[in-house]
């Protein structure tokens, strides 16, 4: 049974005896209990400390209005005693309430409430967080397509061609333990200071002999910005690079998140089509300041920028000293030939090259790297520094040391070698299914993912719905537009083994066949 006392409530009585709570004077236990309800309660199989205990219980009671500003407490001695605990527990209750501003301690006045605490009693009332303004951005786009479908709970996809998702197995994230086990081992302290805000630079060494190697780009350490990844990217450019009210013309269909976040800061966002051949640079208007765009795979797409396109869009920045954003996302994984060349190794003066890992490595490594020229990566670095300071040190230092060992670019070739394999599997099935012939297949040389695009009537929705029930997860293609009219279903299946594949192309089949009887 716990042991417990009453507190003390008698401030009319000791004031008329002239009683000090530092006196030797013992109250009779039941002269308490007449006067008060209130009491101590201490649990010593309590993993907290006595004297913690002690402190909860009393200012519970302040905060619920039971002991009010000027009160006593029991004196120390007598709490010891009631309590069967040591007199330093007590006194070292007090002296924490005391330091947090509760009570107040003298010489002839004892221990009491402190008279600044005032209106306690709201304790008990509904509280509420203050006002939260609408945003009506916030809430459209946050759902516009990274929780597509809204699946039930009973509503599961047995096979998933979920995008973005990268193949993530054993060997990787055993090699990757390595690498953040070594990086940990080392004895450089300043590593886990603070840091530049453009990235280790040794991280930064490793990345531009990388980009020497897979993309013929050819930069030194302080062209290269280390980030979150393009999210944050694109926030920074659109903080340093740009003005409320300018221009940014976007791929459509395309990211969203490169519209999104712009939108966001307030730019206007001029969507420009997209062809067989790429970006329509001649519905770009002079005016822009940004063009964003994925040349060596287009998103979603999936369409490779022509040769003749390239050089229109570079012509066209540089007559009208326009930046270039070139989200290089998944250009690695190419079937046909080698990786495409980048428009950065063509006019490196006006074109900001985004390298993420998110595809590369996994999108819980939060990396990416913004290259482009000196000055840009300069005032982008400084936006970084007022933002965030700098990204965190051990996912960098990790990094840095996969990149050291050639774990990286084992890793690359090995997964380029998978995804060719799945990617061969799912047109096969395609091609099986007569879903081939059903639809516009693109998205066939690279990446990881395809585009099954049909007319502008196709009902995306009816069909995402119906393929769920058959246990299969795809995805339309109309939340990646801003103003085309294009529709179709999109499939990931970088994650899917080949059996996976092959079945949910099959079951995707006989729900359009179903569908078409309708």
């Not at 450019?237 to 003005?243: F, R």
């Not at 009902?459 to 795809?474: M, N, R, T, Y």
Request: proline share 5%; charged share 25%.
């Amino acid at each position: 049974m716990s042991i417990s006392v009453y507190l003390w409530r008698l401030t009319s009585i000791m004031d008329l005896f002239d009683i000090s709570l530092y006196d030797e004077i013992i109250i009779p236990y039941l002269l308490l209990r007449e006067f008060s309800d209130m009491y101590i309660e201490l649990d010593k199989g309590d993993k907290r400390a006595l004297w913690l205990q002690i402190v909860d219980q009393v200012i519970d009671y302040i905060a619920k209005g039971k002991l009010s500003p000027g009160d006593p407490l029991v004196p120390t001695r007598q709490l010891a005693q009631e309590l069967a605990i040591s007199r330093s527990s007590v006194q070292i209750a007090y002296e924490e309430l005391q330091s947090r501003g509760y009570v107040t301690t003298s010489r002839r006045g004892g221990t009491r409430v402190c008279d600044i605490i005032q209106n306690i009693g709201t304790y008990q009332s509904k509280q509420s967080v203050p006002s939260i303004p609408p945003n009506p951005f916030i809430e459209e786009n946050t759902k516009r397509v990274d929780h597509w479908p809204d699946m039930k709970s009973d509503e599961k996809a047995d096979i998933d061609f979920r995008l973005h998702e990268p193949y993530i197995d054993s060997t990787f994230q055993n090699s990757w333990r390595r690498a953040s086990n070594t990086a940990m081992k080392e004895k450089n302290v300043l590593d886990w200071g603070y840091s530049s805000p453009y990235g280790l630079y040794s991280v930064r060494e490793q990345i531009s002999r990388y980009l020497a190697i897979e993309r013929g780009i050819h930069v030194q350490p302080d062209q290269i910005l280390l980030t979150l990844g393009a999210r944050q990217t694109m926030d920074i450019i659109a903080q340093a690079l740009l003005q409320e009210g300018d221009i940014v013309s976007v791929e459509d269909p395309g990211f969203p998140v490169a519209w999104s976040t712009m939108k966001y800061r307030n730019m206007k966002i001029e969507p420009i089509p997209v062809d067989s051949q790429g970006l329509c640079v001649e519905k770009i208007s002079p005016h822009s300041k940004i063009i964003f765009t994925t040349p060596s795979h287009q998103f979603p797409s999936g369409v490779l920028m022509t040769a003749n396109r390239r050089q229109e869009l570079i012509q066209f920045a540089r007559q009208n000293q326009t930046w270039i954003i070139e989200d290089d996302y998944d250009g690695e994984f190419r079937y046909r030939g080698g990786p495409m060349p980048s428009l950065y190794s063509q006019m490196p003066s006006n074109i900001l090259y985004i390298l993420s890992f998110t595809k590369l490595l996994a999108p819980g490594i939060r990396l990416a790297a913004a290259i482009g020229p000196k000055e840009a990566i300069e005032r982008m670095a400084k936006v970084q520094e007022f933002v965030c300071r700098h990204l965190p040190i051990m996912e960098q230092l990790t990094l840095g040391q996969f990149f050291e060992t050639g774990d990286l670019l084992k890793h690359v070739r090995r997964m380029r070698s998978i995804y060719h394999k799945r990617h061969r599997n799912i047109i096969q099935a395609l091609n099986d299914s007569g879903l081939a012939d059903q639809f516009h297949v693109q998205g066939t040389e690279s990446g990881l993912h395809v585009l099954l695009e049909s007319n502008n009537e196709f009902d995306e929705f009816e069909i995402v719905q119906s393929a769920l029930k058959a246990g299969v997860g795809v995805f339309p293609l109309s939340p990646y537009c801003l103003e085309s009219p294009r529709k179709g279903l999109l499939l990931g299946f970088a994650h899917l083994n080949s059996e996976k594949i092959i079945e949910g192309v099959r079951r995707l089949a006989l729900v359009l066949e179903k569908s078409a009887c309708k």
